[in-house]
């Protein structure tokens, strides 16, 4: 039990919230990363309170599909979350991603504190500067995290349920 509790203690969890289109791969690609320790899927970023996966297919809401990851800081940090988070999808796409149109696809960082917004920014400038896109306009929004809505059970983890590692 001391052993355990020593282990925990020198665990730092810590909280990021993405956005890149549909909730089903992103999630699948953040699960394989050693230190995260939990990932769920849901809503963030709209107006209306509890919303279900039908209410965000309107594109009435303003929520955007998103990733919820819990990480050990002292194993993997939210500049190399964010990493994968840019090579996981195109970020100078407005509110689509792939065959997938509407706000509830847009690219997005909710930020969880000043640092995450700081490197978030950061890093989005950076990627505005290299040759990667071209000079085009990336359009990740970052944004403060508020209320994250978890998605219906069968939306969590749906790729791995299926024994699949991606959507298409």
């Known amino acids: 039990m001391l052993l355990m509790q020593k282990k925990s203690s020198s665990a730092k969890i810590e909280t990021a919230t993405f956005g890149a289109g549909c909730f089903w791969g992103v999630e699948e690609e953040f699960r394989q990363l050693p230190g995260v320790v939990e990932t769920q899927v849901g809503y963030e970023g709209g107006s209306t309170s509890n919303p279900t996966y039908q209410d965000v297919c309107t594109d009435e809401t303003g929520h955007a599909e998103v990733v919820q990851i819990k ?32 706000k509830q696809y847009r690219s997005v960082v909710f930020y969880h504190s000043k640092e995450q917004k ?14 990667e896109y071209a000079g085009r306009k990336i359009a990740t929004q970052i944004v403060l995290a508020k209320t994250f809505y978890r998605a219906e059970d069968y939306h969590q983890q749906y790729l791995a349920k299926r024994g699949m590692k991606v959507c298409h």
């Open 118 to 131: 700081e490197l978030a920014e950061k890093s989005k400038k950076l990627l505005e500067k290299s040759s």
């Open 71 to 102: 990480f050990d800081s002292s194993k993997i940090s939210f500049n190399e979350l964010l990493n994968k988070f840019w090579q996981l999808h195109d970020p100078t796409q407005v509110d689509r991603q792939g065959p997938n149109y509407g």
